[in-house]
C-alpha cells in the first residue's frame, strides 16, 4: 500500500489515541487517515522564527508522524495573514469587498510555497500518495513537479471556489489557477463549488470538461469532482458518551432552568453571519414578547486570525451588539445573549449541542459547515433539536430537512426560530431522521476513503526503480 502524505498549513498532532480533546473534527480525520495508510503530515508549526532554516521537527505521537517548519515573521505576514486570509480567503467567500490585493502578499505566498515544496521533497518516497489541502497550498502541487516529483498528487478546497466573475477580480488569477493542473485530482466539498471551478475553467482558460469530470486544459487532464466532507460520526457519538459531554449537557440544562436554548458554535469570523444571526435574533425578540424570557441564544465564538484587521472590526461589532440587545431586553434574572469567547473541547461540545433545543447556523457563504452535522449527530433519537441553517452553507446541500434560511433575512431567521419553537415533536423526528441518515453515511471516513481511491486510480503509480 502506498503511503499517504497529507499537506496542510496548520499540523495538529493527535492529543489521544482515540482523538479526544481540544482538537477540531478536521484534526482528528486527517489523524485517523494517516494511521490508515500510514506515512506523514507536514506543514507549519505555528511559530515564527527570526531566519528561516528549513529545519524539519518530526515527532510522533498516537501512531501519527507530523513533520513541522517553522516560518519566519515576513512569511506570516504575507502568506498567512496576507495572501491566504486577507485576499483569498474573502475573495473565495464573495467578499471581493473586504479583499486586499498587495503585490508583497502574492510574493509571500509564493515564497512560502517554494519553502514548503523544497523541505518537504527529501521526505517523498516514489510512491507516496500526496494530498495537498486548502487555500493555503494552492500552487505547491506545480512546486513539488518542478523539483522532480511524479507521485500522485491530489488537493482539496476546504472554502467554496468562488463564481468565475469575482475569481477575475483576483491580479494574476489566471497564473494561480493554472498551478492547480499539476495535480492528478481537485477535489470541492459541494457540485455547487465544482461547477464554478470548471466555468472558470472553461472561461477563463478554454478548457473543456468531460462529463464524467474529466477537466483538459492543453495537454493536462485533471480530474475534478464534489467530495463533501463529513464527521466522525463514531468518535462523536462515543465523545456524547463522555463524562465530560455529560457534565457539560447538565450544565447547560441547570442554568438554562427550564428555558430553550438556542446554540451557535463558529469561529469569529465575517464569513459566519454572526452580526446578521444577532439580529435576526432581536428581531424574533421584538415580534414575539411573550418568548423573551423563555429562551436565549448562546453563541459560542471563538476568535480567530486576530492579526487581520478584519477580524478585530468584526470582533468589536459583536461585543457590541451582544451588550446592546442584552441591554435593551435583559432582566434581572434573563440575560437573552450569552456571548461567549472561549473555544471549548469536543466532548464539551457534544454535550452543549444535546442539550440545546435548537442550533441556528447561518453562514453568508461556508465551504461545509461541520457544526451543522455535528449538531445533527448529537440529538437524541425520541426527543431531537430543530437544526435552522443558512442556505449558502455547504452542508445545506445534504441537509435538505433542515430549516433553510437567507441569511441575509432579518425575518427569515425570526420566522425560523417561531417555527422551531413550534415545530411539533413527529416533524422533528422526521426530519432529523432524514438528516441523521445523510450525516451517518456520508461520514468523513468515506470522505477520505473516496478521496484517496478517485487519488490511486487516477494513474498507475509511480515504483521506485530496483537498483541492479
Ligand atoms: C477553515 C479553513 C482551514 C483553517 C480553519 C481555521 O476551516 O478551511 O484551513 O485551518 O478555518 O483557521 P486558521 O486560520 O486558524 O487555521
Known amino acids: 500500500m502506498s503511503r499517504l502524505i497529507v499537506i496542510s498549513n496548520r499540523v495538529s498532532p493527535p492529543k489521544t489515541e482515540d482523538g479526544s480533546g481540544a482538537q477540531g473534527g478536521l484534526a482528528v480525520a486527517l489523524a485517523a487517515a494517516l494511521r490508515e495508510y500510514r506515512g506523514l503530515w507536514f506543514g507549519w508549526s505555528g511559530r515564527k522564527t527570526d531566519k528561516f532554516t528549513g529545519h524539519i521537527d518530526m515527532q510522533r505521537a498516537h501512531g501519527v508522524t507530523t513533520a513541522t517548519i517553522d516560518l519566519e515573521e515576513q512569511d506570516v505576514e504575507e502568506y498567512y495573514n496576507g495572501y491566504a486570509n486577507r485576499t483569498l480567503w474573502p475573495l473565495f467567500h464573495y467578499r471581493i469587498d473586504l479583499a486586499e490585493y498587495d503585490r508583497s502578499f502574492g510574493s509571500g505566498y509564493e515564497r512560502v510555497n517554494e519553502r514548503f515544496a523544497e ?15 486548502d487555500y493555503h497550498l494552492i500552487p505547491l502541487g506545480q512546486q513539488l513537479r518542478e523539483r522532480g516529483l511524479k507521485n500522485r498528487m491530489g488537493f482539496f478546497l476546504h472554502i467554496p471556489w468562488p463564481p468565475s466573475r469575482l475569481m477575475v477580480s483576483l491580479p494574476y488569477h489566471e497564473k494561480l489557477v493554472r498551478t492547480m493542473l499539476a495535480y492528478d485530482v481537485i477535489g470541492f466539498q459541494t457540485e455547487e463549488w465544482l461547477e464554478s471551478f470548471c466555468h472558470y475553467v472553461e472561461r477563463e482558460l478554454g478548457g473543456t470538461v468531460d462529463p464524467d469530470g474529466v477537466i483538459h486544459v492543453g495537454d ?14 463514531k468518535e462523536f457519538t462515543e465523545a456524547l458518551e463522555s463524562d465530560a459531554a455529560r457534565e457539560s449537557f447538565e450544565r447547560l440544562r441547570t442554568s438554562a432552568a427550564g428555558r430553550r436554548t438556542i446554540i451557535g458554535v463558529d469561529r469569529l469570523d465575517y464569513s459566519k453571519g454572526l452580526e446578521e444571526r444577532f439580529l435576526g435574533y432581536r428581531r424574533f425578540l421584538e415580534k414575539h414578547p411573550r ?4 429562551l436565549f441564544l448562546l453563541q459560542i465564538a471563538p476568535p480567530s486570525r486576530g492579526e487581520v484587521a478584519t477580524y478585530e472590526v468584526i470582533r468589536e461589532h459583536l461585543d457590541e451588539l451582544s451588550g446592546r440587545i442584552n441591554g435593551e431586553f435583559a432582566d434581572v434574572d434573563w440575560v437573552p445573549v450569552r456571548y461567549v469567547n472561549q473555544g471549548y473541547r469536543r466532548e464539551e461540545l457534544a454535550g452543549f449541542y444535546r442539550a440545546a433545543e435548537i442550533a441556528l447556523i447561518t453562514p453568508l457563504r461556508d465551504g ?5 452535522k455535528e449538531y445533527v449527530a448529537a440529538q437524541d433519537p425520541e426527543d431531537p433539536g430543530v437544526l435552522i441553517l443558512s442556505r449558502f452553507a455547504g452542508a445545506a446541500l445534504q441537509l435538505k430537512d433542515a430549516l433553510l434560511v437567507n441569511p441575509y433575512s432579518k425575518d427569515e431567521i425570526a420566522d425560523a426560530i417561531m417555527r422551531a419553537i413550534r415545530m411539533p415533536k ?3 423526528i422526521r426530519r432529523w431522521k432524514a438528516m441523521v441518515e445523510v450525516v451517518r453515511q456520508e461520514d468523513v471516513v468515506a470522505w477520505r476513503h473516496a478521496f484517496v481511491e478517485a487519488l490511486e486510480k487516477a494513474r498507475p503509480p509511480v515504483r521506485r526503480e530496483p537498483t541492479p
Open 426 to 428: 413527529e416533524e422533528r
Open 368 to 372: 461545509m459547515n461541520l457544526v451543522a
Open 119 to 133: 523541505t518537504v521533497t527529501p521526505l517523498i518516497e516514489p510512491d507516496d500518495l500526496i494530498w495537498v489541502h
Open 220 to 233: 493536462r487532464s485533471v480530474h475534478a469532482a464534489a467530495y463533501p466532507i463529513g464527521v466522525d460520526f
Open 291 to 294: 418568548y423573551q424570557r423563555k
